[in-house]
T-cell receptor
């Protein structure tokens, strides 16, 4: 099956700093989603981005499907950005999502 | 905005007991999924469901698991005889509103003692 790798596995930032999270995948995809898992365990959908670039406030994402990677940018980080960020990909019509192992982000004051 | 809902939010059960986790997908969606996440690990696919039948299942989804769409709104996951290793967060998701984007419910935390 498809392999999904995320880097870095852990990231500690001071409030106000910027960061880039990376997701590499091993095959062509027709679905790519970024999630933020909050301290209560909920998966918050950040972006549906199988290709191209999207922005939502301080967050933006870019997927280069031909090179099989996606990037999540967090600017001016806040303590509420802390948590685990997951990338997940799908390869067929409404197929299952395969998740990466996540990046654990801690934003400190 | 439509959302996927799940009940209960937390369930504690004894080993060997049956549990049913419930989900209400988004109303115009046609594809439904269950995933689970053992504490500290990544989210894993269990099963997908379309047109009233299982379309794909993982090796985790053995004979102890079953899914059902008993009416036009609910989607359930049953674990017949729970084991300690079934303790996890279980997420329901749905898609089908014109894109492949999957919408996740808030999860049910299952604790087996």
């Amino acid at each position: 099956g498809i392999q999904v790798e995320q880097s870095p596995p852990d990231l500690i930032l001071q409030e106000g700093a910027n960061s880039t999270l990376r997701c590499n995948f091993s095959d062509s995809v027709n679905n790519l989603q970024w999630f933020h898992q909050n301290p209560w365990g909920q998966l918050i959908n950040l972006f549906y981005i199988p290709s191209g670039t999207k922005q939502n406030g301080r967050l933006s994402a870019t997927t280069v499907a031909t090179e099989r990677y996606s990037l999540l940018y967090i600017s001016s980080s806040q303590t509420t950005d802390s948590g685990v960020y997951f990338c997940a990909v799908g390869t067929g019509t409404a197929s299952k999502l395969t998740f990466g192992t996540g990046t654990r982000l801690q934003v400190t004051l | 905005e439509p959302e996927v809902t799940q009940t209960p939010s937390h369930q504690v059960t004894q080993m060997g007991q049956e549990v049913i986790l419930r989900c209400v997908p988004i109303s115009n969606h046609l594809y439904f999924y269950w995933y689970r996440q053992i504490l500290g690990q990544k989210v894993e696919f269990l099963v997908s469901f379309y047109n009233n039948e299982i379309s794909e299942k993982s090796e985790i989804f053995d004979d102890q698991f079953s899914v059902e769409r008993p009416d036009g709104s609910n989607f359930t996951l049953k674990i017949r005889s729970t084991k300690l290793e079934d303790s996890a967060m279980y997420f329901c998701a749905s898609t089908g509103g014109g894109s492949y984007e999957q919408y996740f419910g808030p999860g049910t935390r299952l604790t087996v003692t």
